[in-house]
C-alpha cells in the first residue's frame, strides 16, 4: 500500500518527464513481483521501448523465503530492484529524520507513525513527504555507506535502494527540486 501511494503520487510529479510509472497487480512477495515484472517487460518489449524495469519490495522481518531467488531471477533478466529493509516505511521516514537503528517492520511503521504526520496503517500523504524526497535521498545514500559493501540485503537493516531508484529517476529527465545534478 506504501510504496502504491508513493509511487502514485512520483507518477503525478513525473507529468511531462519521459519516465513512465506503473504499480503492479500483485503486492508483497518479491519472487511474485519480479516474475509479474519479466512478463510486463516481455510485453512492452514487443511495442514500446523502454530502458529499466524496477520492482520495489521489502525484505521484512523475518525476510521473505523467496527473496535471494527473487534478487536471482531479477538480476538474470535485466530487472531493477529497489530494496528496503525492513520496510518500504523506512523510506519514508528518511524523508524527515535520520534512522539508524535495526528495526522490525512494526517498529519501523510506528517509527513513521511518530515521525510523518499523516502516517497511520500503511497510507500517508504523498504531500507531506513530496518536498523532502531530496533530504531522503542523502540519508539513503549514507545510511547505505555504512553497511558492508555487497554484503546480502537481509544484512542490511536499516537500508533503502530506493536512492537508487530516485536517482535513475533523475538521470532519465526528472528534475528532482534539491538533489544534485538538478535544478531547484
Known amino acids: 500500500m506504501t510504496e502504491s501511494l508513493y509511487v502514485n503520487g512520483l507518477r503525478k510529479l513525473l507529468r511531462g518527464c519521459p519516465v513512465h510509472i506503473e504499480t503492479g ?13 519479466i512478463k510486463r517487460a516481455r510485453q512492452i518489449s514487443r511495442g ?16 521473505h523465503s523467496g527473496l535471494a531467488a527473487a534478487l536471482e531471477l ?4 535485466g530487472i531493477r530492484c529497489a530494496i ?7 523510506w519514508l521516514v528518511l524523508h524527515v529524520v535520520d534512522c539508524h ?3 522490525t517492520s512494526r517498529r519501523m511503521e510506528d517509527l513513521a507513525e511518530k515521525e510523518i504526520v499523516s502516517y497511520a496503517g500503511k497510507k500517508f500523504s504523498f504531500e507531506e513527504v ?19 559493501p555487497g554484503s546480502p540485503v537481509q544484512l542490511r537493516n536499516p537500508s ?25
Open 25 to 37: 497487480r500483485k503486492n508483497g512477495e518479491p519472487l511474485n513481483l519480479v516474475r509479474s515484472a
Open 84 to 90: 528496503s529493509n525492513p520496510c518500504f516505511e523506512l
Open 130 to 148: 513530496r518536498p523532502h524526497i531530496a533530504q531522503a535521498w542523502e540519508r539513503a545514500r549514507r545510511l547505505e555507506a555504512k553497511h558492508a
Open 160 to 184: 533503502t535502494t530506493m536512492w537508487a531508484f530516485i536517482e535513475s529517476l533523475r538521470d532519465n529527465g526528472w528534475a528532482v527540486p534539491g538533489l544534485s545534478g538538478t535544478s531547484d
Open 74 to 77: 531479477a538480476d538474470k533478466n
Open 101 to 103: 537503528r535495526h528495526m
Open 48 to 63: 514500446d521501448s523502454y530502458d529499466e524495469v524496477w520492482c520495489l519490495f521489502d525484505v521484512e522481518t523475518p525476510p
